[in-house]
Every structure is written in C-alpha cells, then in structure tokens.
C-alpha cells in the first residue's frame, strides 16, 4: 500500500499571519460533526455553498494558542464513493485542497459503522485525526474504549472527546498543533482487500500507473475503479489511451463482486480494531431508543404523535408568535411610523409617503413575522438534533407510497413547512431522478413560514376564535391537493415507478442548545438579509407603482393594472386590490399583507385588519387565504427549482400546474362558501 | 435463505447476498450491510418499511429494498 509520508507530506505553514492552517472536519451523519464545528468557531462562522453545488459550505475560524485556523466542515457522509454530490464534494476538497489536518468524527457509541468512513480517509493523502466523540453516550450504554489502544491500532492520533460538554476539545487542539508542527510520525494502518481481488488492484495499477491525473494518488484510482465509482470510472475512460483502457475493463469485468468485497475488507479492518479498543462490550439493555421507538416508529401511534407535534407547531406559532407579531406591529413598526410621519411633516409629500408607507409599511411588516420565523426554526432544528426527523420519515413512507415517493421524500417536504427554498433544496437527499423530480414539483404546495404569517394575519380577522381551526383545515387542504397532484403526476409522467428507501435511525438524543441556536440565528440572519433586499425592493415598487403617475392613487398604474386583470380575480371573488397583493406576493408570500397595508394605507386612523374586514366578505377572505396556500411558488423558489431541476421547460411547467390548481381550487372554494352563505 | 423481509422481530440471521442495483448496495454497504453482516429484526409490521440493527446502528429499509437481500436464519 502507498507511503504516505513519502508521497505527499503538505507544506507546513510556520509564518502567523501568511496562509492560515487548513483544517477539514470530516464524519458521518448522526456523530456531532456540527457540534464540534460550532463549538471551536461559534459566531465566527460562515455558511454558503460548495461552488456549483447547492450543498452547504460551513467555514469558520477559530484561535488556539495565539495562532488563527481555518476550519471547513466537510458535508456528512457515510462514504467516499461518488454516490452522493456530498461525498464528491468531501473526498475533492481533501484530495485537492489539500488541508493540513482533517478531523474525522467518529461516534464512540457506535465504532463499527463510523469507523467505515475513516477507513476511506486513511487511504487519502492527508494526515488524520480521529476525534472519538460521544464518549459519554458510549459509557452510558456501559462500553468501555481504550482510545489508546484504538490509537496503537490504527496508526493515528486519536482523541477522546464529549463535544456536547466540550470534553477533551482541548487535547484535541493540542494534538492539532502538534501534528502541523510534525511532531507525529503518521503510519496509518491501511484496510486490505481479499488475496484474488488484490491482484486485480495491481493489475489495473499496472495499466492506469503513469495516467493517473493529478490530484488523484494511483493506489486510491485503482480502489476506486474496483468499486466501481461512477466518477472515477468516468474520468479515467477519458484518460487512459484506450487500448490501457480496455485492458482495466476486462479486469473489471471479472471482478464485478469486488465492490462487495472492498466494503468487507475495510469492515474486516474496523473489526480488528475493535476488538482491540473495545474492552468491555455493550450490555444487553434495552435502550432508550429502543423503548422510543416503539411508539415513535409505529405504524399507528407514530402517525398520531407525528400529527401532535405539527400540531403542537402551529399551537406555539398562534400563541407565542401571533402575540408577539400583534406587539411588534403596533409598538415598534406603529411607534416608527408615527415618529417618522412627526419628523417629516414639513417634508415633501412624497419623502413622506416613501418612508412611512414604502420603507416602514413594507419592511417593517415583514419584520413583524420574525417571531414566526424564528418558532419555526427552532422547532425544526429541535426535531432535527433529537433523531426524531429519521421516525417522521420512516412513518410517513407508507403513505408516501401513494405519491410513488418513499419517507425520504417527507424530509425535505416537512422542511417546506419553515421555507420551500430549503425544501427544494433538501431533495438532495433523495437518490433517484424520478422521485427527486417529483418531489421538487409538489414541494411549493407545502404551506411555508411566510404563507402561514399571511394566513396567522388574515384568518383570526375573518374567523375570529375560529382562526386556529381554519387555518388547520387549509393546511389539511393544502396536504390534500398535494398527495392528489403527487399520485397525479407520478402516473401520467413517472409511470408509477419509485426508488430505494434506505435510511440510518439515528439514536435520540437530548437537543444541544447551542447547535440549535446557531441554526435558528444563522437562518434568521438570512431571511432578514432576504426581506432587507428583496422584500423592502419590492415594497417600494409597489409604492412608486401606486404613486405614479401624478400622485394620485386612483389613478396609478397599480390600480389600473388591478383593473386590467380583475375579471380572473373576481371568478375567485377577488377585488382588483386583492388581486394586486396576490400578484405582489410572487416576489415574496409574505408581501400580500405588506401591499395591502400600502393599498389601504391612505384610509388614515383605521386598522388594516379593520379595513379589510369591512371591505370583504367571509368568502372572500375565506378565498383569499386558500390562493395563498396554493397560487404560484414565490421568486426565490422558481430560482431554486430551475438550478435542482436544470431545465426551464420543468420550471415552467411547475408554474403552470401551479397557477391552474390555484384558480381551479379556489373558484370552487370561493363559490362554495359563498353559496353556504360566508 | 430467506429474505430479509421475512425475517420476524427479534430474530436474527447472516447476510448472504444482494439482488440489487449497484448504488443501492455501495449505499447498503456504507451504512454496513454486507455479506456476513449480522442482522438483528428489531421492527417488522409485515407491511411498510422494517428496522434492522446491523453493526451497531439501525437502519429503516422499505419492503422492497427488504425483499432483495437475502440471509441465513442463525440457528438458535
């Protein structure tokens, strides 16, 4: 096997203040990677994409000992085979980045599977860490480790850390420091493969020796090319002469079980080490997990307690997040308006108009949503950080099967709940196209955050006590049409096809509050950056569109656009205002209220709930509430849906079926209340 | 051999092959099914997606994914 020491040691940067160290943190899912991540750099932290990939990037620095580092979190992996743009992404930036250390976090509660990853990053050309996290889960299920015993066995440094309490973190930067300072002399002890597969492995060297592109170590390529990596293969067919070509093919023609026997020979591996490390096996209690998931995972009670917790969501959203958007609403936004209004009194009318009904109506009443924002997120990120995402995914399978979608899928849809921008994004973790693709095109019918602050507005202005049962009923509706438009479209363009369903069910654990308050600042942070550009751009639009031309609001050119395209508003019993704020809601859902508090800001001294309801009817509102549900998805999504989907012809075609469910839904929905008598 | 979705809760058995793509099986074999995994029913309704503990972890499969692994009851 190669000599790592001989073959590529990195630099080693000994000027502060030059090129900081680069330090990669690697593991599988479910170890408490973010954890640690957010540990050594707290606020210090930036987050945005991999570059051409919508796979979020984590950096951040962090000081030790007077010297600044740089650390990368690595997406959460269970391999490094190219099954995943996750796992591509990983294994390129250590092979091509080439960072001074990487961190691999294994979970020393359960050693035999996390190790697998290691067994993958040992064979790369960087020097390794092990960070033997969760120690305590591991005592508490009674194991008893020997890190340095694990450490003897694998031939690298391994530290035993607690993240959660920030055990052995210090240790951990020690052994850092030590390693870029070369006082470790690394000889990782590398996974070997059956004795007839091996010489197939050097037999393929033989060919691809001397044809290997950079960055790529030959003895990896060769492994890789054994296992059948998509990526690899692909990229040494357009290499290699094609005579040497052919010559690997036939070798692996022969061994096409050798993917198998790789697994099992790096599993082998990870035996050794176990029996080595592990003194005192797990005992035979049943674990909280276990006894959890018998009433979490079950068929039955599973989807009642998934039920109950959405629930409980919207519970908390009506009375603390309601509350609260009432406070900022009248007290800060309220407050500003009538200051800002003093203060400009001698201003022309228009400097006037523009800051208190553009900047301060606009901006501010997408401020006032925060609350629910932020509700959100932490719920989300509590469900997320305890293990429980994992259950709703696996009771929800079943009936995701009606859609010809599997529990997967109800991962990235629960995240349309917060935002269908994430959503959409969040298909990544479904692995075929067709399911991916579909899942996408009915991910903008779940009710988002921003559509649920229209509906927390308007429904208890039109339902009073009953707004909490209405807006239950819309989104049990909204649920409805999409599990229709699923099955729909999976018959007439998927043929009823569906992908494999194979997921880890990580173990529960207590919610670590620093790990979700990072979350929720973090995605907070974004939706005001979002509503500080976007949404206040949009405001003033709207506010320019209904002052010109003349200044005369009867006579703009919003008005007259309202006007203009009333007649389809009016099947779904629609005024041209009501039709204008749904039209501004495309930009942003949440803008419908915004550019009806402009709409309806010249009734000076009233209310914008009291103006509505005394210009509207029950059905109206009723009908109003259901097109927020379901009309078009807003900017941000389209933009995310054209870059997943790669195609406009898709895009569009979203928008379409969406635009035709909207207006075919609610026309019935309108006339129907209206026939009842609301 | 049985397949693994006629496995009943609490019994365990051996892994023998897979009848099933090549993604499916690097991704089995990354959350540690192989052949000579030691699987272990932890839940299985008869219909819907079943959990098994395999190298210390449980993992959620669906039926079908289920259906095309094949294993040997261990003889207790």
Request: glycine share 8%; charged share 15%.
């Given at each position: 096997m190669s000599d790592r020491q001989t073959t590529s040691v990195p630099e080693q940067p000994?000027?502060?203040?030059e090129k900081l160290p680069l330090i990669a943190l690697a593991g599988q899912p479910n170890v408490g990677k973010s954890t640690l991540f957010n540990f050594l750099t707290g606020l210090n932290q930036h987050v945005g994409n991999w570059p051409g990939k919508t796979v979020e990037r984590r950096e951040g620095k962090f000081t030790f000992n007077d010297r600044r580092y740089n650390l990368v979190d690595l997406p959460g992996t269970?391999?490094?085979?190219?099954?995943s743009p996750e796992e591509v992404i990983a294994r390129e930036f250590v092979l091509?980045?080439?960072?001074d250390v990487v961190i691999a976090v294994v979970n020393a509660s359960n050693l035999e599977r996390s190790l697998y990853l290691v067994a993958e990053l040992v064979t790369l050309p960087a020097p390794v860490i092990v960070a033997l996290n969760m120690m305590d889960v591991a005592a508490q299920e009674g194991l008893c480790i020997e890190p340095e015993v694990l450490e003897a066995a694998l031939g690298v440094p391994v530290i035993p850390i607690t993240a959660t309490r920030a055990a052995g973190t210090l240790a951990l930067l020690n052994v850092i420091e030590d390693t870029l300072a070369g006082n470790f002399l690394l000889t990782p002890r590398l996974p070997e493969i059956r004795a007839d597969h091996r010489i197939a492995l050097d037999e393929i060297l033989n060919h691809i020796t001397g044809n290997v592109?950079?960055?790529?170590p030959p003895e990896w390529v060769a492994l890789k090319l054994l296992e059948g990596d998509t990526e690899i293969t692909r990229t040494m067919q357009n290499t290699l002469p094609v005579e040497k070509w052919e010559a690997v093919n036939a070798v692996l023609r022969n061994h096409d079980d050798a993917l198998l026997a790789v697994a099992s020979g790096r599993y082998e591996w990870i035996g050794r080490m176990v029996r080595a490390a592990v003194v005192q096996p797990r005992m035979g209690q049943i674990s909280w997990t276990k006894r959890l998931d018998e009433w979490a995972a079950h068929p039955f009670w599973g989807l009642w307690i998934l039920a109950g917790i959405l629930g409980l969501v919207f519970w908390l959203t009506f009375t603390i997040g309601s509350p609260a958007q009432v406070w900022l609403d009248s007290r800060v936004v309220g407050g500003l308006s009538t200051l800002a209004g003093r203060v400009l009194a001698e201003a022309p009318f228009w400097v006037r108009g523009l800051v208190v009904d553009g900047i301060l109506g606009g901006a501010g009443a997408v401020l006032t949503f925060l609350p629910i924002m932020v509700i959100f997120f932490a719920v989300f990120g509590l469900l997320e950080d305890t293990g429980y995402m994992a259950r709703a995914a696996y009771v929800m399978d079943n009936l995701m099967h009606l859609m010809g979608?599997?529990?997967?899928?109800f991962l990235p849809l629960f995240l349309g709940f917060g935002c269908n921008v994430p959503a959409v994004l969040g298909t990544?973790?479904?692995?075929s196209k067709p399911a991916r693709l579909l899942t996408i095109l009915i991910a903008p019918l779940v009710p988002c955050t921003a559509r649920m602050a229209v509906v927390a507005f308007l429904a208890p202005a039109f339902f009073g006590p009953n707004a909490l049962l209405v807006s239950w009923v819309l989104v049990l509706f909204s649920m409805l049409i999409l599990v229709l438009s699923g099955s729909l479209l999976n018959k007439l363009i998927f043929n009823g096809q569906r992908s494999a369903f194979i997921m880890e069910m990580p173990l529960y654990h207590l919610p670590n509050s620093r790990t979700i308050g990072l979350l929720v600042w973090q995605r907070t942070l974004s939706f005001i950056r979002k509503a500080g550009t976007n949404i206040l751009a949009m405001a003033l639009v709207i506010w320019v569109l209904s002052v010109l031309?003349?200044?005369?609001f009867q006579t703009s050119y919003l008005v007259q656009f309202g006007k203009f395209i009333e007649p389809v508003g009016r099947w779904m019993g629609f005024d041209w205002r009501l039709t204008v704020a749904l039209i501004a809601?495309?930009?942003?859902?949440?803008?419908a209220i915004a550019t009806l508090g402009v709409l309806f800001?010249?009734?000076?001294?009233?209310?914008l709930v009291q103006s509505l309801t005394s210009t509207y009817s029950v059905a109206s509102g009723l009908s109003f509430l259901v097109v927020t549900m379901l009309f078009i998805p807003c900017m941000a999504t389209v933009a995310v849906i054209r870059q997943e989907t790669n195609s406009w012809g898709w895009t569009m075609f979203n928008i379409a079926f969406m635009l035709m469910i909207s207006i075919a839904a609610d026309s019935g929905v309108y006339h129907l209340a209206h026939w009842v008598g609301l | 051999m049985v397949s693994l979705s006629e496995l009943l809760v609490n019994e365990q058995a051996t892994i023998r092959s897979f009848s099933i793509g090549r993604s499916e099986t690097n991704r089995l074999a990354s959350l540690?099914?192989?052949?000579g995994a030691q699987v272990d029913m932890t839940?299985?309704?008869?219909?819907g997606p079943l959990i098994v503990m395999v190298r210390g972890t449980r993992v959620a499969l669906g039926r079908g994914e289920a259906a095309k692994i094949f294993v040997e009851r261990n003889s207790s």
């Amino acid at each position: 096997m190669s000599d790592r020491q001989t073959t590529s040691v990195p630099e080693q940067p000994v000027m502060v203040g030059e090129k900081l160290p680069l330090i990669a943190l690697a593991g599988q899912p479910n170890v408490g990677k973010s954890t640690l991540f957010n540990f050594l750099t707290g606020l210090n932290q930036h987050v945005g994409n991999w570059p051409g990939k919508t796979v979020e990037r984590r950096e951040g620095k962090f000081t030790f000992n007077d010297r600044r580092y740089n650390l990368v979190d690595l997406p959460g992996t269970y391999s490094l085979t190219a099954n995943s743009p996750e796992e591509v992404i990983a294994r390129e930036f250590v092979l091509r980045d080439q960072p001074d250390v990487v961190i691999a976090v294994v979970n020393a509660s359960n050693l035999e599977r996390s190790l697998y990853l290691v067994a993958e990053l040992v064979t790369l050309p960087a020097p390794v860490i092990v960070a033997l996290n969760m120690m305590d889960v591991a005592a508490q299920e009674g194991l008893c480790i020997e890190p340095e015993v694990l450490e003897a066995a694998l031939g690298v440094p391994v530290i035993p850390i607690t993240a959660t309490r920030a055990a052995g973190t210090l240790a951990l930067l020690n052994v850092i420091e030590d390693t870029l300072a070369g006082n470790f002399l690394l000889t990782p002890r590398l996974p070997e493969i059956r004795a007839d597969h091996r010489i197939a492995l050097d037999e393929i060297l033989n060919h691809i020796t001397g044809n290997v592109p950079s960055p790529y170590p030959p003895e990896w390529v060769a492994l890789k090319l054994l296992e059948g990596d998509t990526e690899i293969t692909r990229t040494m067919q357009n290499t290699l002469p094609v005579e040497k070509w052919e010559a690997v093919n036939a070798v692996l023609r022969n061994h096409d079980d050798a993917l198998l026997a790789v697994a099992s020979g790096r599993y082998e591996w990870i035996g050794r080490m176990v029996r080595a490390a592990v003194v005192q096996p797990r005992m035979g209690q049943i674990s909280w997990t276990k006894r959890l998931d018998e009433w979490a995972a079950h068929p039955f009670w599973g989807l009642w307690i998934l039920a109950g917790i959405l629930g409980l969501v919207f519970w908390l959203t009506f009375t603390i997040g309601s509350p609260a958007q009432v406070w900022l609403d009248s007290r800060v936004v309220g407050g500003l308006s009538t200051l800002a209004g003093r203060v400009l009194a001698e201003a022309p009318f228009w400097v006037r108009g523009l800051v208190v009904d553009g900047i301060l109506g606009g901006a501010g009443a997408v401020l006032t949503f925060l609350p629910i924002m932020v509700i959100f997120f932490a719920v989300f990120g509590l469900l997320e950080d305890t293990g429980y995402m994992a259950r709703a995914a696996y009771v929800m399978d079943n009936l995701m099967h009606l859609m010809g979608l599997h529990g997967k899928s109800f991962l990235p849809l629960f995240l349309g709940f917060g935002c269908n921008v994430p959503a959409v994004l969040g298909t990544r973790v479904i692995d075929s196209k067709p399911a991916r693709l579909l899942t996408i095109l009915i991910a903008p019918l779940v009710p988002c955050t921003a559509r649920m602050a229209v509906v927390a507005f308007l429904a208890p202005a039109f339902f009073g006590p009953n707004a909490l049962l209405v807006s239950w009923v819309l989104v049990l509706f909204s649920m409805l049409i999409l599990v229709l438009s699923g099955s729909l479209l999976n018959k007439l363009i998927f043929n009823g096809q569906r992908s494999a369903f194979i997921m880890e069910m990580p173990l529960y654990h207590l919610p670590n509050s620093r790990t979700i308050g990072l979350l929720v600042w973090q995605r907070t942070l974004s939706f005001i950056r979002k509503a500080g550009t976007n949404i206040l751009a949009m405001a003033l639009v709207i506010w320019v569109l209904s002052v010109l031309p003349g200044g005369n609001f009867q006579t703009s050119y919003l008005v007259q656009f309202g006007k203009f395209i009333e007649p389809v508003g009016r099947w779904m019993g629609f005024d041209w205002r009501l039709t204008v704020a749904l039209i501004a809601s495309f930009p942003a859902k949440e803008n419908a209220i915004a550019t009806l508090g402009v709409l309806f800001g010249n009734d000076q001294g009233v209310g914008l709930v009291q103006s509505l309801t005394s210009t509207y009817s029950v059905a109206s509102g009723l009908s109003f509430l259901v097109v927020t549900m379901l009309f078009i998805p807003c900017m941000a999504t389209v933009a995310v849906i054209r870059q997943e989907t790669n195609s406009w012809g898709w895009t569009m075609f979203n928008i379409a079926f969406m635009l035709m469910i909207s207006i075919a839904a609610d026309s019935g929905v309108y006339h129907l209340a209206h026939w009842v008598g609301l | 051999m049985v397949s693994l979705s006629e496995l009943l809760v609490n019994e365990q058995a051996t892994i023998r092959s897979f009848s099933i793509g090549r993604s499916e099986t690097n991704r089995l074999a990354s959350l540690g099914l192989t052949p000579g995994a030691q699987v272990d029913m932890t839940q299985n309704y008869g219909r819907g997606p079943l959990i098994v503990m395999v190298r210390g972890t449980r993992v959620a499969l669906g039926r079908g994914e289920a259906a095309k692994i094949f294993v040997e009851r261990n003889s207790s």
